[in-house]
């Protein structure tokens, strides 16, 4: 059975660019989750979506984040305009419920210059 | 706001000896995970615990919850190379909508 996957692994962008990641959950988990951890920093977490609803977006930073699940399958995540602050590793994960292990894919690397 | 605090951040030991990793927290819950991480790979689940005196082992790794304490270990038996990666403790007070991590603790073994 496929994990959670990320796209793309490593981005590098110049600052005032759009970059988009992709999470693909595992089959039939409707729960999808989306950390990030900044340089230096612990793992905190953005949002949380239950099928294609945002059940919690209280970590999101600011308005130029903007997270997306059309259709409950895959999530995009998208910076505009990126900021040399957004630089880190950004993680998704899903559950298939509440209580069970959440499974994290392998993070999408972003760089802004 | 909830805390979720490791220690120590950094350690370094010899194959073959024991050693334990504390994950303190501030707010009562009853449900934590312990995570593995190795360079530039995803977080690899290791152990859910969901309820006060939980204890589960996996191989040179036991990992137990104290929720009156709010503490959780994970003991390491006669480390192996092989063990060397970052781990995390991760709290969830929120019924399943998101977990808060600790540090992290960079495990080091040597041969």
């Known amino acids: 059975e496929a994990g959670v996957t990320q796209f793309p692994s490593h981005s590098v962008i110049e600052k005032g660019q759009t970059v988009t990641l992709r999470c693909d959950p595992i089959?039939?988990?409707?729960?999808l989750y989306w950390y990030r951890r900044v340089m230096g920093k612990e793992i905190k977490f953005l949002l949380h979506?239950?099928?294609?609803?945002?059940?919690?977006e209280s970590g999101m930073p600011n308005n130029r984040f903007l997270a997306e699940r059309t259709g409950g399958t895959y999530s995009t995540l998208k910076v505009q305009p990126a900021e040399l602050e957004d630089s880190g590793v950004y993680f998704c994960?899903?559950?298939?419920?509440?209580?069970?292990?959440?499974?994290f894919g392998e993070g999408s690397w972003l760089t802004v210059v | 706001e909830l805390k979720v605090e490791q220690n120590p951040l950094f350690l370094s030991m010899q194959e073959g000896k024991n050693y334990t990793i504390y994950c303190n927290y501030s707010?009562?819950?009853?449900?934590l995970y312990w995570y593995r991480q190795d360079p530039g790979k995803s977080l690899e689940s290791l152990f859910v615990?969901?309820?006060?005196?939980a204890v589960k082992q996996e191989g040179r790794l036991m990992a137990s919850l104290d929720t009156k304490a709010r503490l959780s270990t994970l003991h390491i038996t006669a480390a192996v190379h092989d063990l060397s990666a970052t781990y995390f403790c991760?709290?969830?007070?929120?019924?399943?909508?998101?977990?808060?991590f600790g540090e992290g603790t960079q495990l080091t073994v040597n041969p």
């Open positions: 994960a899903s559950s298939q419920d509440l209580v069970r292990t959440i499974y």
């Open positions: 089959s039939g988990h409707d729960n």
């Open positions: 979506f239950v099928k294609e609803s945002k059940q919690d």
């Open positions: 707010t009562t819950s009853d449900r």
């Open positions: 615990l969901l309820s006060n005196g």
């Open positions: 991760a709290v969830d007070a929120t019924s399943g909508s998101r977990l808060t």
